[in-house]
T-cell receptor, first 113, second 116 residues
Framework: DGGITQSPKYLFRKEGQNVTLSCEQN?????MYWYRQDPGQGLRLIYY???????QKGDIAEGYSVSREKKESFPLTVTSAQKNPTAFYLC????????????FGPGTRLLVL | AQSVTQLDSQVPVFEEAPVELRCNYS??????LFWYVQYPNQGLQLLLK??????LVESINGFEAEFNKSQTSFHLRKPSVHISDTAEYFC??????????????FGQGTTLQVKP
């Protein structure tokens, strides 16, 4: 089945620790996105990538980093500089060839110990 | 600045009653419009979208939305809701100038609570 997978489903971070959230897609989509979801605030864009080896900051990139070494993968690292990381993180992808629609993964919930 | 406003954070409704979830946007350029649904602890699923053509768009599970350019609205409606429609609903806008990057602007979400 084609789709987007995110792992793990739940992730716990200790103080001062960097953690990495995985996002993989087999839809052959060029563009990929990371969003942060907090209650009552909708979704806010963290980073996005339109092509391999290229990515741009979104609206709330501080404290996060990404890489795009393969078309299928777009991992997000939550660094120790992100002081309030507790949230639900969603990955999405989109085809650049006439595709306006973003398709979402199941999400990762990050909690701070 | 462009924005999307979902006027109701929560909408309680009884089963089999009609419902309308409101969405307004501010933009001076052409837009594409989307409604997504999110069930608890899951990702977002596309419900319906308006790209061009008929201003009334429908989903396979009975929802419909109408693009009203003069009122800059894209309200979501269903004539008779089911318990299984209980979820959070997000309205999103893609500006025509952002169609290359695909950057969506999301509303804050509306929680639809269907009561038996």
């Amino acid at each position: 089945d084609g789709g987007i997978t995110q792992s793990p489903k739940y992730l716990f971070r200790k103080e001062g620790q960097n953690v990495t959230l995985s996002c993989e897609q087999n839809l052959n989509h060029d563009a990929m996105y990371w969003y942060r979801q907090d209650p009552g605030q909708g979704l806010r864009l963290i980073y996005y990538s339109q092509i391999v080896n290229d990515f741009q900051k979104g609206d709330i990139a501080e404290g996060y980093s990404v890489s795009r070494e393969k078309k299928e993968s777009f991992p997000l690292t939550v660094t120790s500089a992100q002081k309030n990381p507790t949230a639900f993180y969603l990955c999405a992808s989109r085809s650049r060839e006439g595709g306006e629609t973003q398709y979402f993964g199941p999400g990762t919930r990050l909690l701070v110990l | 600045a462009q924005s999307v406003t979902q006027l109701d954070s929560q909408v309680p409704v009884f089963e089999e009653a009609p419902v309308e979830l409101r969405c307004n946007y501010s933009s001076s350029v052409s837009v594409y419009l989307f409604w997504y649904v999110q069930y608890p602890n899951q990702g977002l699923q596309l419900l319906l979208k308006y790209l061009s053509g008929s201003t009334l768009v429908e989903s396979i599970n009975g929802f419909e939305a109408e693009f009203n350019k003069s009122q800059t609205s894209f309200h979501l409606r269903k004539p008779s809701v089911h318990i299984s429609d209980t979820a959070e609903y997000f309205c999103a806008v893609l500006l025509s100038g952002s169609s290359n990057t695909g950057k969506l602007i999301f509303g804050q979400g509306t929680t639809l609570q269907v009561k038996p």
